[in-house]
């Protein structure tokens, strides 16, 4: 396992400040797609890409467990949104929510 420390010229410090305040749960999905993407090497990362991998996170756990992450978060509502606009089906896979998402030309 590889350890970041102070002489690897990584702002560290600013990655972990944006996580002082988790009042939302966004946050942690955009860490968690944020690094899927760098598993994947992609040293650039579309807006797009990264919430369409938010969403697909997320999918599992709204359409199935209908958790409500708070009312100052509308993370679910916009995953339900998504699945109407887009017509993806509840048992639809990470991939696949992925692809059509990014796919998709009603979001540009």
């Not at 944020?34 to 579309?46: A, C, D, F, R, Y």
């Not at 109407?84 to 998402?101: G, N, V």
Request: charged content about 25%; aromatic content about 10%; proline content about 1%.
């Amino acid at each position: 396992m590889n350890s970041l420390n102070a002489n690897d010229n990584i702002p560290v410090g600013k990655l972990v400040a944006t996580l002082n305040n988790t009042i939302t749960i966004c946050k942690f999905y955009w860490l968690l797609s944020i690094s899927e993407q760098v598993k994947k090497s992609k040293t650039l990362i579309s807006k797009k890409v990264l919430f369409a991998e938010m969403v697909s996170h997320a999918w599992f756990t709204v359409n199935y467990f209908h958790v409500s992450f708070g009312k100052h978060h509308d993370l679910g509502q916009h995953i339900q949104k998504l699945r109407e606009i887009e017509s993806i089906s509840k048992k639809a896979s990470k991939e696949e929510i992925q692809k059509q998402l990014v796919s998709s030309k009603k979001f540009e």
